[in-house]
């Protein structure tokens, strides 16, 4: 028993060190080869759209300007309240609820600790990927065995798409940490019996919805899988699922009731939820974003009429739903840079196929983890029938779990294999 905990304790240790060196390696040599930029900013780091959002956010927030509001010098800033519901703080500064609040906190409690640099978040976006294939690997034994979880552990550690997105301003490698964590406490907690597991993991969830609104939709299919699972003896207890949501409510209670102050809305969502992908006639005449862009950002009374356009044109929304099915199943876009695709290629080659195998192969245990099957399959539905960005970024955060059922797959076929080649040497003899 000894010998196996230090086993596994050196293999943890070997994974979480390469898990690191090649967090900060690759992205220094990204950063410096490919974008011609350095690796360290001071405060001037050039930002992508979304990343301006969270990094304005953290900096008004350290300003004390409140938990989400945005300077009127910012990139777009003038274009900015003509899309999203705004209200004014000041002469320089407007408040806004057009993303989770949970990512522009974190971000500016790295700032006020590390100052306004690179390594002030990197750093610990650094811990949270390594500690997320940490997960992974207890995630895959809680549901496989040790063997899966190892190769489990060590794909997400390799995995090109979450190491280089390490180092963005962006909500993924928080938001993954959170969902894999709350998997894996909820699982772990119904499997052992353990209620106090359970209860954290709705508070993890909860901070995850504050994260990434994607998963809010997701609750009512945690609620039925918990009230279906839990039971004490032979009996369900509901009661178990009523208070995980309501802990899930308590932590986004905050967030609902600074909208319901700011902009009279008591909403956990914000205006991204407003932000529909439809054919660009539907929004017609209703905005002036620019029309070479794919998406179009439309107040609640332009989504009545989005309903509208679903009931009377059912065919063209669904055909344009199953495209983008399958561009968010698929190895590249013809967009990407060709680096991208060649990485993305062939992950998806390794990963995607054996992932769906594995599914297929470990469904006698999918009473234990058939709630991470729904909740890939949840997030595949959710972006056909919205929006699937040309980067597939948005397929990021059910990657870890595809990689658990991606080492299931592969080690179901070793066994077979290494099953004929025993029963094989046995007919010889």
Not at 101 to 122: D, E, M, Q, R, S
Not at 303 to 332: A, C, M, N
Request: proline share 4%; glycine share 6%; hydrophobic share 50%.
């Amino acid at each position: 028993m000894y010998y196996k905990y230090m086993t596994q304790k050196k293999i943890l240790l070997i994974m979480f060190l390469t898990a690191a060196v090649l967090r900060v390696g690759l992205n220094i040599i990204k950063e410096r080869a490919f974008f011609h930029r350095p690796f360290l900013y001071a405060d001037d780091k050039i930002m992508t759209s979304d990343e301006i959002w969270y990094d304005r956010a953290a900096r008004a927030f350290l300003r004390g300007k409140g938990i989400l509001s945005m300077d009127r010098g910012s990139v777009d800033s003038e274009k900015f309240p003509d899309f999203f519901e705004t209200k004014p703080i000041d002469e320089m500064y407007y408040a806004h609820m057009s993303i989770p609040p949970l990512y522009p906190l974190f971000l500016a409690v790295c700032y006020y600790i590390g100052g306004i640099n690179t390594l002030a978040y990197f750093i610990p976006q650094l811990f949270l990927g390594c500690l997320t294939c940490l997960l992974i690997y207890f995630l895959a034994k809680e549901l496989f065995n040790e063997k899966t979880a190892i190769i489990a552990g060590f794909i997400i550690t390799f995995l090109p798409d979450l190491i280089f997105w390490t180092n963005f301003i962006r909500t993924e490698t928080l938001f993954i940490f959170l969902i894999v964590l709350g998997f894996l406490l909820i699982i772990k907690g119904n499997i052992k019996g353990n209620i106090f597991l359970i209860y954290i993991s709705a508070v993890v969830f909860g901070l995850a919805c504050l994260t990434r609104i994607t998963f809010i939709p997701f609750l009512p299919f945690l609620f039925f899988w918990q009230i279906y699972f839990f039971k004490i003896g032979n009996k369900r207890k509901p009661g178990v699922s009523i208070i995980m949501i309501l802990l899930i409510f308590m932590v986004l209670l905050p967030w609902c009731m600074r909208n319901y102050i700011v902009f009279g809305k008591f909403t956990p969502f914000t205006t991204e939820a407003n932000t529909v992908l439809v054919a660009k006639e539907i929004a017609k005449g209703e905005t002036d974003y620019p029309e070479t862009e794919r998406y179009c950002f439309l107040y609640d009374s332009v989504i009545l009429r989005v309903g509208v356009y679903i009931k009377d044109h059912f065919k063209e929304y669904f055909l344009d739903s199953l495209k983008r099915f399958i561009v968010f199943w698929s190895p590249i876009t013809a967009k990407m840079k060709p680096i991208a695709k060649i990485y993305k290629g062939l992950t998806w080659i390794i990963i995607f196929p054996l992932a769906f195998w594995g599914m297929i192969v470990s469904r006698k245990e999918w009473k234990e983890g058939g709630i991470i099957v729904v909740f890939i399959l949840f997030y595949a539905l959710l972006h056909a029938a919205s929006f699937v960005d040309c980067g597939l970024v948005y397929r990021y955060p059910i990657q870890p779990f595809l990689c658990i059922f991606t080492a299931y797959g592969f080690w179901h076929i070793y066994k077979k294999i290494r099953h004929k080649e025993y029963s094989d040497s046995e007919s010889n003899l």
